[in-house]
C-alpha cells in the first residue's frame, strides 16, 4: 500500500461509519501496512581470500573490489576471513559459516579441497571458488572459470598488428591446460592476423623465477621479438619488465600489469606495456553476489568470456597514443567476431597452408 493509499482510506473512514471496525481490522491485519512485518536481514557474504590478501594487485584484489561494489549496489553486509597461512584455509572458511553467511566465496585453486569439503558439510549455505572447477559439484557449490582462451586470441591478434619485425614471442611457465589456453591462441590469432609472423612460443618450466623469465626474454629479443606475451606467474615480472625496458612491447596476463608491475606508471617501460590479457575476477564475484541476492544462483561451473565481460583486454594506458586507431578498430572487430560465434579461436591457421612459421623450445 502506498502512502497515497494510505492517507485516501484513512480519510474516508468517518464517512462510512458501519464499517469503520473493518476497515481498521483489514489495515492492522494488512502484510503492507508497514509495521506488521520486520525487514528481512541483509544478506550476508563473506570473501576467503589466497594468503596474499586483498593487496596484491591481482585476483585476491579483484576479488575484493567485486565484492564491495556489491555492498553499494545490493546493500549485502560482507567480510573478509583472511588466512595467514594455507593451513589456515578451512578454519576461516567454517568462520565465514558460523558467522551466518548466505554465500562464501574462496580465491584461488589451492583453496578447492577446503572449498568443496565446506560445500558438502553446509547444504544450506551456497559457495563460489575463483579459478577452480570440478566435473561434479554438490547443488550449493560455483565453480568460477574464465575464457582464457579468448583473450589470449586477442593477445595474438594485437601483438602481430603491432609488430615490425614481424617475430613475436610467448612465455609460460609450463605445458598446462591453464597456460596452454593462453598460449595457443595466441599463436593462431597472431597468425590469421598476419600469416607472415613468426610466432617464437617457449616455457620457463618455472613459476617463481623473475631472472629466468627477464633472460628468455632478452633471448627472444636477440632474435627479432618485438612483442612478447608472458603467461608464467611471477616469473611473467621478468619477461615484462625486460621487455619493456628494452624497449619492446610487452603484455601481461590476469591482471593488469601496469599496476602489479609497473606501479601505475612509475616503473620504467611503463610505455612499452602494451595491454594485459584479463580474467575478470571482480566481474566473476559481482555477478555471483548478484545472483544469490536475486534467487538465480546456480551451481556447476561459472564460465566468463567476452561476452559477459569476465574476461577482456586491459586499457592501454600509457601505451594508447603508440597505438594506430586502425589497429583499435581491428581488435574490436576480432572481439565481435569472438563474441558473436563467427571467430573459433581454438581453430589453427596452419590447417590452410605448408608450413608452420611456430618455433617452440
Known sequence: MSHQTTKHSLTHIHLVPGVILIVLVSFVLSPQAGFANSPKPPIMVGL???????????????????????????????????????????????????????????????????????????????????????????DNLRGISFASEEVGYLAGTLAALMSTSKVIGAIGGLPI????????????????????????????????????????????????????????????????????????????????TYYSTFGGGTVDGHEFLLTSALKRVDNAVYHTIEAVVGGTFTSGTMINNLQNEGVGMAPYHDAASAIPQDVQDELAAVTHSIINGETDVWEPFYKYTISLPVVMK
Open 48 to 138: 576467503i581470500p589466497d594468503v596474499g590478501g586483498v593487496d596484491d594487485n591481482s585476483f585476491n584484489e579483484m576479488a575484493a573490489d567485486g565484492l564491495a561494489h556489491a555492498v553499494t549496489d545490493f546493500g549485502i553486509v560482507s567480510a573478509i576471513y583472511q588466512p595467514a597461512s594455507t593451513d589456515e584455509y578451512a578454519a576461516k572458511i567454517d568462520e565465514c559459516v558460523s558467522a551466518g553467511s548466505a554465500l562464501c566465496i574462496t580465491v584461488g585453486f589451492l583453496q578447492g579441497d577446503a572449498t568443496m569439503a565446506a560445500a558438502i558439510a553446509n547444504p544450506g549455505v551456497k559457495f563460489a571458488i575463483v579459478d577452480m572447477t570440478w566435473e561434479t559439484y554438490p
Open 177 to 256: 591446460p591453464p597456460v596452454d589456453a593462453f598460449m595457443v591462441p595466441f599463436q593462431y590469432g597472431a597468425q590469421w592476423t598476419d600469416p607472415s609472423v613468426q610466432v617464437i612460443l617457449e616455457y620457463s618450466y618455472d613459476f617463481g623465477n623473475p631472472p629466468l623469465g627477464a633472460q628468455m626474454a632478452a633471448d627472444q629479443i636477440s632474435r627479432g621479438a618485438d612483442v612478447i606475451f608472458a603467461v608464467a606467474g611471477p616469473t611473467s615480472i621478468g619477461v615484462n619488465l625486460a621487455t619493456a625496458q628494452a624497449g619492446k612491447w610487452a603484455i601481461g596476463v590476469d591482471v593488469d
